[in-house]
Structure formats: C-alpha cells, structure tokens
C-alpha cells in the first residue's frame, strides 16, 4: 500500500454509501475501502440495504424474493422503509453516536432510483418516508458507481453463476438503464454529498479512485495527521 496521511477524526462517525446499478461492484470496492481505513486505525462498520440487521434482513428476503413487486411499488417502498427504519435505529446510528465510520452498500438513494425514478412512486411518498425513517441523517459521502448496462449485467450474471436472478437482476435492459440515468441525476444534484465514479475498469484502478475523492472530501492532512 502506498504511503498515505490521514488525520484519525474524533467524536462522530463517518456515514459513506455506495451505490450503483446491479454489478456495479459495490461490495468489492466497500471491502476495499474498509481495508485501507482499518489500517489507519479507524472503526469500520459494514453494513447493507436492504437488510444490515436483523429486522431489516426479514425484509430483504421479502423484497428480493419478488414479494413487493406482487404488492406493487409503493408497497415496495414501503418494505424498504421498514427496512431502513430498522437498521437506522438499531445499527448506523449507534455505530456513528460511537465513533465508527459506517460504509454502506445502498442506502436512500437507492429507493429514489428503483422506486422514485424507475418505478414511478410519488416523490412526496418517497419523501415522507425518508422523514419517518432517516430523519436528519444524511451520508457525509455518497460514491455512486457508474457503468454501461450491459456490462453490469454480465458481471452480474457471471457473480451468480447457476442462480436465479433477483427481484432487480431480472429487468429488462430498459428498467436497468433508467437506474443509470436516475442515479447520474442524483449525483448532478447533489455534487457536495455525491461523487461519479467511472466503474468500467480494474478493480485497483476503481479502488484508486475511490480512495483519492475520499482523501479530498473527508480525510484533511495536517502536519499533525498520521501515516499509513
């Protein structure tokens, strides 16, 4: 690993999301990410959405089983609101109020692209969701991953071999486009909060990436920081 200098931070945690269209690789580059803050000697906590805690996990099943697309999309949103409501109270939260860096692999981005943009729920509904569920909580950093469509599916394919694809891996290319554009908005909209990152390469080169715009927004280094 090449030298780096951070500064350990104190009090609060960190709130770092991920997110992207299906094989975007965001459990590879969390991983990752969460290497190289482990050995500047940060707590990391990884967690996921839909699921990352026990109630939160039921909910899972339930949404990837193809359960709330047979319920239509706004009872959809509202599982992944239980979901989230669960797993921010009883997981992220906690990890922040002590000091963690949370990484997390989708968080309320995800419910506006699938759900808001792709799936047509009322953005009034999706809002007042996230008012119920996440209240002021906001990631400090959001990476959103982008790729081409069609690359992402074939890595998504070839990840889970012999399986059956989930309630999302099973659209077609047209829904899995729509997620792009939504997510490439988001991050137009929110350019303090979300940084673009050009997927389509090595998982080094990504990683590298994602490392460098992290060092920029939230890792000040003053002659007083610590190298790693």
Same mark, same amino acid.
């Given at each position: 690993?090449?030298?780096?200098?951070?500064?350990?931070?104190?009090?609060?945690?960190?709130?770092?999301?991920?997110?992207?269209?299906?094989?975007?690789?965001?459990?590879?580059?969390?991983?990752?990410?969460?290497?190289?803050?482990?050995?500047?000697?940060?707590?990391?906590?990884?967690?996921?959405?839909?699921?990352?805690?026990?109630?939160?996990?039921?909910?899972?099943?339930?949404?990837?089983?193809?359960?709330?697309?047979?319920?239509?999309?706004?009872?959809?949103?509202?599982?992944?609101?239980?979901?989230?409501?669960?797993?921010?109270?009883? #997981?992220?939260?906690? +990890?922040?109020?002590?000091?963690?860096? =949370? $990484?997390? @692999?989708?968080? *309320? /981005?995800?419910?506006?692209?699938?759900?808001?943009?792709?799936?047509?729920?009322?953005?009034?509904?999706?809002?007042?969701?996230?008012?119920?569920?996440?209240?002021?909580?906001?990631?400090?950093?959001?990476?959103?991953?982008?790729?081409?469509?069609?690359?992402?599916?074939?890595?998504?394919?070839?990840?889970?071999?012999?399986?059956?694809?989930?309630?999302?891996?099973?659209?077609?290319?047209?829904?899995?486009?729509?997620?792009?554009?939504?997510? #490439?908005?988001?991050? +137009?909209?929110?350019?303090?909060?979300? =940084? $673009?990152? @050009?997927?389509? *390469? /090595?998982?080094?080169?990504?990683?590298?990436?994602?490392?460098?715009?992290?060092?920029?927004?939230?890792?000040?280094?003053?002659?007083?920081?610590?190298?790693?």
């Amino acid at each position: 690993m090449t030298e780096t200098t951070v500064q350990r931070p104190s009090g609060r945690g960190r709130f770092i999301t991920f997110e992207g269209g299906e094989g975007a690789g965001k459990s590879t580059q969390i991983k990752k990410l969460a290497d190289r803050l482990k050995a500047a000697k940060l707590r990391i906590v990884v967690t996921r959405e839909p699921g990352g805690s026990p109630g939160a996990e039921i909910m899972r099943h339930l949404v990837l089983s193809g359960m709330g697309k047979l319920l239509g999309p706004e009872a959809e949103t509202l599982l992944f609101a239980a979901a989230r409501d669960d797993h921010v109270r009883t #997981r992220i939260q906690p +990890a922040l109020n002590q000091g963690a860096w =949370v $990484l997390c @692999d989708r968080f *309320a /981005d995800s419910t506006r692209a699938y759900q808001g943009s792709v799936g047509s729920v009322p953005a009034g509904l999706i809002n007042a969701m996230e008012r119920v569920t996440i209240g002021n909580l906001k990631p400090d950093l959001t990476f959103i991953l982008d790729l081409p469509v069609e690359i992402g599916l074939q890595r998504a394919a070839a990840r889970r071999g012999k399986g059956a694809p989930d309630r999302f891996e099973g659209e077609n290319l047209r829904f899995h486009q729509g997620l792009r554009d939504a997510y #490439r908005r988001i991050a +137009a909209e929110e350019p303090a909060r979300c =940084v $673009l990152i @050009d997927a389509n *390469a /090595d998982v080094d080169t990504v990683a590298g990436r994602i490392w460098t715009a992290l060092r920029e927004r939230l890792l000040p280094t003053p002659a007083s920081a610590v190298s790693i």
